[in-house]
Every structure is written in structure tokens, then in C-alpha cells.
């Protein structure tokens, strides 16, 4: 069996065994051929550089991914109306939504002045005792019925298109803001984001006006807004916006470049993208605990702020999806690449299952051989740049993930290469087949 071993796995399988092991290996008991020399004497500061190597290009990862959500998810008009979408049907954004604006609707319409009118009305000298007699009453059935009409306004479908409308429009001004500039419907009010709801006002006075409580024609245009976020320090988190938003391209390329560096540095290649992949994986795991510590920070300070905590959270858990779900689409597809390199040591297990791996790609190509199929050169061609077409599909599925960073595209891609790797050992194995064939006949 040891004819049929893959090359590239055993240099570092022998590199990777003690010096017994090795000597063992090469069947003659001799210590490790003189070019090994050498590169023992430089592998303390290889190991060094490729550490340093490996970590930076960790950290840009994790950047990458920050970057391509703001570039992808905040700062895209398209994506982000399909992400905030949904929120016209969050409970807790529709309840906060109905409370700011009965507030003000209720406020404009001026209960007391009404209630007076009404008292005066009846043309009795108590005038001041009726109104006084019908205030509690008249001011309850007002702010139930503005309520009530509200609350089915948001909950209709035309809420939905206008707070869809009203999010395309606003999109580019709340990027302004995200950048560093107010507007005129999503500005900044100290380390507070607010949405304008002003046009909701409009609907609802419309709608009072046509139920036929016409004194509400009297409303005039104003200006509601409604608090969503509080973030501190909002200018530096400004400045984190523009910088990622230019680098989101380059990030990627420079992580890649970096890790392929420091697993070409490293004395053993599978073990310094072992470690690399294990390193991705704690720093993704750091990620997630840093968003949740984050979370929990921003609903104590929205609560201490008495906003509404609800509605806070909604809009925070929705624009924050996406993220969270590239971080966790990055740590699968680290966990999966860690495992599979362990796999391809030395180790007992990683050697079982290359056995049985290496006699199912040979029992595949022995049936394959007995059809009439032929591939020409391209069994010879896969012996020779086997290696090299896994490593494209691996840096195809890596840009495929960052384009779209979700659990199911990181299993999906993981399956992909794996499945890309069997394919490649079985076309090898049809090479060896083929050059086999003269001698059996």
C-alpha cells in the first residue's frame, strides 16, 4: 500500500513522527537523510515567522468579514431594505411604533381645547362643571380610539409599503449617517440614531379625518421621531464604518495571501495550516462571545435610557444577523478544515481512515477500468496538479464563502472540496491503473 500513498501527505507524516518512526519508515533503520539538516537548524524562527503569519492573517479574516457586512448588508440599499423589511411585522417595532405616534397624534389634537368646545357646546352657564364631568370619559374614548386606529394602521399591509418606501428613500441618508453626516430623516442626536416617522402621522391623521373625528384635520405636518439605537461613541464607530467600507475588497486577498505565507514559511505545511485553521476557529468563538457581551451591554444601556428595549433589540438582532451568521459560517468551515488536516497526519486515527480512503478511491478506479471509459491525459494531468486544483478550490470556496457567509454555504462548500479531493484520488489511482496495465497483460 505504501506505492499507492499520497505524496503530498508523506513528508510531513514522516517529519511529524519521532526519530524511531522515521527510521522505521525508510526500512533500513538509517537517521533522516542530511537535507533535513537544515531545515531543522532555521525551524525555530520558520515556526516564529509563520506563527506571526498565521495570527495576523487570523485577525484580518475576522476584519473581512466585518468589512464585507458593512460594505454588503448596511451600506447596500438592496440588501438593506430586505433586511429591515421584516421589521414592519416585528411586534415590538410595531408596538413602539403605535405608542410614539398615538403620543403625538393625541398631543396635536389637544384633548382639553376638545373638551371644552364639547362643554361649551351644550350653551349651559356649568359649562366649566360639565367639562370637568365629561374629561375623564371624553379624554379616554379620544386616546382609545387614536390608539386603535394606530395600531390597525400598523398592522395593515400599507404600513408595510410605506415603511419599506420610507426605508429605500432613507437608506442613502442613513449610510450618510453611518459615515458621519446628518439628514434630514435619519439623523444622529448624540450618541442616539432616531428614525422619522413624521409621514405615519400623516397616514393616521387620514385616517381619524375619514372614522369622523374631524377636529383631527387640525393636526398639522410635524416631525416625530423615533429613537432606535443609542450607541456610544457613535463617531469613532463612524470612522470604523468609512475605513472598512474602503478595505472590504482588499481584506480578503490580504488574509489569503498571509495564511498561504505562513503555511509556506512553517517547516511542516499541514501542521502550520492545522494550526492556522484552529486559530480562525478561536478567534471566530472570541467574535461571537465579544457580539453577545456587546448585546448585553446595548439592552442595559437602552434600558437605562427608557427606551424601548423590545423594538431596540429587534432592530439590533436583525441588522447584526447576518453578521453573527458569517462569523458562524467562518467558524464551521475552520472547525471542518481543522479536522480534516488533523485527519491527513500521522496519527492512528487520520492514518485508519486514509487507509480505507485509499481503498475505496482503488476499488472505484478498479471498476472504472473495467468499462470502456477512457480520460485521456486527464488522469495524468490530476497526478501531477492534484495538489495545485485543490488549493484553486479551496480559494474559489473561500471567496464563494465571503460572498455569501452562511452555515449552509460553508457545509455546502466543504462538502464541495471534499468532494473535489475524492474525485482527484480516483483519477490518480486510473493513472496508476493505466500504467500498470502492460505489466498484468
Known amino acids: ?43 525555530g524562527w520558520r515556526w516564529s515567522g509563520a506563527i506571526v503569519l498565521l495570527l495576523v492573517a487570523g485577525l484580518l479574516v475576522a476584519a473581512s468579514v466585518a468589512a464585507r457586512y458593512a460594505q454588503k448588508e448596511i451600506l447596500n440599499t438592496d440588501t438593506y431594505v430586505a433586511t429591515v423589511a421584516p421589521l414592519a411585522s416585528d411586534a415590538a417595532v410595531q408596538n ?54 394606530v395600531a390597525t394602521f400598523v398592522q395593515s399591509p400599507q404600513f408595510q409599503t410605506l415603511w419599506v418606501n420610507a426605508n429605500t428613500a432613507a437608506h442613502t441618508q442613513l449610510s450618510a449617517v453611518l459615515t458621519g453626516e446628518d439628514t434630514e430623516v435619519v439623523k444622529t442626536e448624540g450618541n442616539q440614531i432616531v428614525l422619522e416617522v413624521g409621514p405615519i402621522v400623516a397616514e393616521v391623521k387620514q385616517r ?27 463617531p469613532r464607530i463612524q470612522s470604523y464604518v468609512n475605513l472598512l467600507d474602503n478595505l472590504a475588497t482588499w481584506l480578503p486577498i490580504a488574509a489569503l495571501i498571509l495564511l498561504a505565507l505562513g503555511i509556506w514559511l512553517a517547516p511542516l505545511h499541514r501542521r502550520a495550516a492545522l494550526i492556522g485553521a484552529i486559530m480562525i476557529a478561536v478567534l471566530m468563538i472570541v467574535v461571537l462571545i465579544a457580539l453577545n ?30 453578521l453573527v451568521r458569517a462569523v458562524e459560517a467562518l467558524l464551521v468551515v475552520s472547525i471542518v478544515a481543522a479536522v480534516w488536516l488533523w485527519l491527513a497526519g500521522p496519527g492512528r486515527v487520520g492514518t485508519f481512515v486514509r487507509r480505507w480512503g485509499r481503498r475505496a478511491e482503488g476499488w472505484a478506479a478498479d471498476r472504472i477500468n473495467r468499462t470502456t471509459w477512457r480520460f485521456g491525459p486527464v488522469p495524468r494531468f490530476v497526478g501531477h496538479y492534484g495538489t495545485w ?47 500498470r496495465e502492460p505489466v498484468t497483460s
Do not use: C
Open 1 to 43: 500500500m505504501r506505492d499507492s500513498e499520497p505524496p503530498a501527505e508523506r513528508p510531513d507524516a514522516l517529519r511529524d513522527r519521532p526519530n524511531g518512526s522515521t527510521a522505521g519508515q525508510t526500512g533500513s533503520g538509517s537517521p533522516p537523510p542530511p537535507p533535513l539538516l537544515p531545515r531543522s537548524r532555521h525551524a
Open 96 to 149: 413602539a411604533v403605535t405608542i410614539r405616534v398615538s403620543s403625538e397624534v393625541i398631543k396635536q389634537i389637544d384633548v382639553p381645547k376638545l373638551i371644552n368646545d364639547l362643554a361649551a357646546a351644550t350653551g349651559r352657564p356649568n359649562a366649566d362643571a360639565i367639562a370637568s364631568a365629561i374629561a375623564g370619559p371624553v379624554n379616554g374614548a379620544v386616546e382609545s380610539f387614536v390608539q386603535k386606529t
Open 208 to 234: 381619524l379625518i375619514d372614522s369622523g373625528l374631524s377636529v383631527a384635520s387640525k393636526i398639522p405636518s410635524v416631525s416625530v421621531q423615533v429613537p432606535v439605537m443609542t450607541v456610544e461613541d457613535l
Open 293 to 322: 457581551a456587546v448585546r448585553n451591554a446595548y439592552t442595559n444601556e437602552v434600558a437605562n435610557k427608557e427606551l424601548n428595549v423590545p423594538a431596540a433589540l429587534a432592530l439590533y438582532d436583525t441588522l447584526l444577523h447576518f
Open 389 to 435: 486544483i485543490v488549493v484553486v478550490a479551496g480559494v474559489l470556496a473561500a471567496f464563494a464563502l465571503l460572498n455569501s457567509p452562511t452555515i449552509a454555504t460553508a457545509l455546502w462548500l466543504s462538502i464541495g472540496v471534499v468532494l473535489v479531493m475524492i474525485v482527484i484520488g480516483i483519477l490518480a489511482r486510473l493513472r496508476q491503473a493505466g500504467a
